[in-house]
């Protein structure tokens, strides 16, 4: 990529990018701008566990299997950070799950070939090991910091630094470490290094100490205030838990649950004095392990849940609670705080839902898709993930190809919503570093003739102010009318695609009654859910009364014409960025 401001080596440009870039992840990021999460840990862990399942019977579609493998084998091939950095177990990789062609190591696409057998089962074990180890992670912060002190103004440096970042911030979703807690680590780490005082390794290092970062997780006492109308049938009117096996319910009562409360001191006062707190006349009470506060937050949620649940299917009554008390059990009296639940809904709704709404009912199955998207929104993972998928199998599933295409067909309507929403996320910034306002309703079109039309003296301004994370978005835009769009563009469906994959076939063990033990669910529901989301407003922006899936395979087809004429002498990027930036979106009927 060529650069649209002056270059050279500024040690402190690529550290603030590490800090931006992390904290963008753990935050909530833009759709387009968020990691798989999938670190290289993870993915062994999840070649592992796929491996457990097919050699049980729990899962039999060998294609699936050779996906989770093939993917995973590609992030120990030559050129990877794994491979320079993790030598030994990038031949264990090289050894097992690839095969070589003219003396490069290519991954193998028969599925049967992946079949688990005891070799290879302890190669995965020996990995996971391996990466495991503190010298891992304590070696990607070095090499990040080495790699970052060295970018300056730099586009290819700057950018090669996405993957440092990614791979470190997944270690921590390897732990079990919830988006709060890595928000704000990420955000103390800024703190301390804008102090001028830290280095950044140092920097995160504190920053992770301060918020007690643990690999192995703690125990956390979780308590549910609940407002209970009426008992489940059977039932006596006071306490509900019958013995100490945990049959029954976790039920405290009012009492009992104050008490734990005010022996929680300062802290347990605060939370008792609550709104949310207010109403209970029951608690619901749980012990579990987790590697931070949020994160025991939502296990307990997902236990309270399958309770209430239960609590209705026997005729019970219970308002369900928004918030939870949790503590450390390990920490002072006074580390307790309150949580939400559950403590991210994900985020479904379609950005042209409300201006739309009037065009559900003309594009075929959408209100029914949309119900049962709203459904998701609040579920436990393994019905959201259930939910999800069974709207996208009915809006985009195709009977003449399989409907695990489906997937596929959603990923393809990215393109298009991935301009405009980078266009947008780029006037926001630059406008606030005092660039200038867009005209209401205008904010396109003054990008695309303004922001766009200038962009030596954007670029300049974004160097002068410091943001290397809006001046290497900036300058991805200026790349695409040299061919870069159809490498973004490709890049954007991998990633989403081969989250609807990872989903297919959670959902689909799932419902054959066999579980993922790993947490590669948690990490790529809400990017999944992203996708839906994105492909439904899309949909309702653009969709006529063919259908869905009509819709998205045109826009592939537009997009695949705008990236071929854009390699064509005469083709201009404004020519480009007005076919891609004002497709016409359709009304509703009269």
Known sequence: MSSTAATGVDTLVGQKYVLDRWAELAGEPEWWARSDGIGLRLRVAEMMEVARLFDTGALTEPKTVGWVFEVGALAFAPGTYAATNCPGAAKMVADDFMRVEGGVPQPITSPTAYRPDEQRYGSLHAIHSQLSEQRYRDDLLTNIARAASKCGWDVKRIDALDEFVALYDAEFIADGHSPSWRRQVAERAQELWDQGTKPLTEAISDALDERGHSRKPRKFDVLVPVFVKTNPRGSSPGRLLTDSSGAGFPDLGRQGGDAILRGWGAAGGGILARDEFVPANRYFRYEVDA????????????????????????????????????????????????????????????????????????????????????????????????????????????????????????????????????????????????????????????????????????????????????????????????????????????????????????????????????????????????????????????????????????????????????????????????????????????
Request: hydrophobic share 45%; with cysteine.
């Open 291 to 590: 590697a931070d506060a949020d994160a025991a937050a939502a296990a307990a949620n997902e236990r309270f849940r399958a309770d209430a649940d239960l609590w209705h299917l026997l005729d019970g009554e219970l308002e369900e609670p928004h918030e939870a008390a949790v503590r450390d059990t390990a920490a002072a009296a006074g580390t307790a705080g309150a949580f939400r639940l559950p403590p991210r809904p994900l985020r479904l709704a379609p950005d042209e839902l409300v201006d739309g709404r009037d065009r559900v009912a003309e594009i075929p199955k959408l209100q029914d898709a949309i119900a049962q998207v709203a459904q998701a929104r609040m579920a436990v993972e393994g019905a959201a993930l259930v939910d999800l998928w069974t709207a996208v199998e009915a809006l985009f599933g195709d009977n003449d190809h399989g409907k695990v295409d489906a997937g596929f067909w959603i990923a393809d309507a990215t393109p298009f919503p991935y301009v405009r929403h980078v266009s947008q996320w780029l006037g926001t910034a630059i406008s606030g570093h005092g660039y200038g306002t867009p005209p209401s309703g205008q904010e396109l079109k003054w990008l695309h003739e303004t922001v766009y039309g200038d962009r030596t003296a954007v670029a300049q301004l974004l160097v002068d102010k410091r943001d290397p994370l809006a001046w290497r978005r900036l300058n991805e835009v200026f790349d695409w009318e040299k061919g870069a769009f159809r490498k973004a563009a490709d890049a954007l469906r991998a990633r989403y695609a081969d989250a609807a994959r990872r989903i297919y076939l959670i959902r689909n063990v799932a419902v054959h009654n066999a579980q993922l033990k790993s947490c590669t669910r948690a990490v790529t529901l809400p990017l999944f859910a992203d996708l839906v989301r994105v492909s439904l407003g899309h949909v309702l922006r653009y969709a006529d009364a063919t259908g869905a899936l009509a819709e998205v395979r045109l826009a592939r087809a537009e997009v695949d014409d705008v990236i071929g004429r854009w390699a064509k002498p005469g083709f201009s990027r404004d020519d480009g960025l007005k076919q891609l930036l004002y497709r016409t979106p359709r009304a509703a009927s009269p």
